[in-house]
């Protein structure tokens, strides 16, 4: 059944690029120990047991909403002048708004606008994140962001604040408005949602959040297939311990991924000026391969 998301993203599927990103061995080391030591589930979900659509008949449970409103209420003192600095730094390095506002897809399948502060050059081409995504989905390879290789589309500390996860605080608006939560799937392009089977859409039955068990536990290692068996899993699992739980991994997690990104920046430095002094200069998740 074709819904008016997959209308409006259009049918037309382009070629892959001819440009692959590859991902180093150790990359499939940190996904094979996760599999192993059971800290997200990579099986699909049965198929005789997932929605064949969307469900708009559950409601977002109270305890979630209290717990997320609760949250920032407390987090506010730390939160508003952080994000009062951020928007004025963005507004110092470049020109154009400070907000960036994007079309998501949000719980049953419903678009919202998404907000964030805008780390890219407003002439930024978007169509090559497109290509990425499509084929990372295809060849069911980790997925690793495409902005988070830190490439010239970036505004001056962008790189920073995209690897920190500070450009998504203004996504706090969008949980007060009730469209996300501060744990849930990540939300998705309207380009993106096509490449959902009817089995993997039951991740819309809740609401997206701004961090979940994908973002904690499989982002940059895990594949397009592992995403979506995680997402099943929280939407199973869903309860206040286990948002707790998620909320305060978050930040480990942005730190490893911080690290992740300045050790990489290191190594492109030193592909530059000499030859590494190791056989393997690329770090886990990510390629020192140039954006083309």
């Known amino acids: 059944m074709t819904t008016a998301v997959e209308k ?24 094979r120990d996760l599999r ?5 589930p990579v ?5 005789q047991h997932a929605p064949r659509h ?17 949250c920032i209420l407390l987090s506010l003192p730390v939160t508003l002048p952080l994000m009062l600095a951020l928007a004025a730094w963005v507004k110092f390095v470049s020109r154009g708004p400070a907000l960036f506002k994007q079309e998501r897809i949000g719980r049953n399948g419903r678009p919202f606008t998404l907000y964030k502060f805008r780390s890219m050059r407003v002439d930024a081409d978007t169509g090559r994140h497109h ?15 495409l902005d988070l290789l830190c490439d010239s589309r970036l505004i001056p500390g962008g790189c920073f604040l995209r690897s920190a996860g500070l450009d998504e605080l203004p996504q706090l608006f969008n949980v007060l408005r009730g469209e996300m939560s501060l744990v849930g799937p990540r939300p998705c392009l309207p380009e ?19 961090t979940g068990l994908w973002q904690v536990e499989g982002k940059g290692v895990s594949t397009f297939s592992e995403m979506n068996s995680m997402d099943a899993a929280y939407v ?22 911080l690290a992740q990104v300045l050790r990489q920046r290191r190594s492109d430095h030193v592909g530059e000026g000499a030859l590494p002094t190791s056989g393997d200069a690329t770090l886990t998740g990510y390629s020192t391969q140039r954006l083309g």
């Open 192 to 210: 993106e949602f096509r490449f959902f089977t009817p089995a993997q859409r039951m991740r819309f039955e809740v609401l997206p959040g701004l």
């Open 54 to 70: 969307l469900s708009r008949a559950s409601t977002v449970p109270r305890w979630k909403r209290v717990l997320d409103i609760s």
């Open 236 to 257: 199973r699992l869903s309860s206040v311990p286990l948002d707790l739980r998620l909320m305060v991994r978050t930040p480990f997690a942005l730190i490893r991924q």
């Open 131 to 145: 290509k990425h995504f499509r084929n990372l989905v295809r060849t069911d390879t980790p997925m690793v962001k």
């Open 8 to 31: 409006q993203a259009g049918s037309r599927v382009s070629d892959a690029p001819n440009r692959t990103f590859t991902h180093p061995s150790p990359s499939r080391r940190r996904n």
């Open 43 to 47: 099986a699909s979900a049965p198929a």
């Open 36 to 40: 192993r030591s059971g800290r997200f």
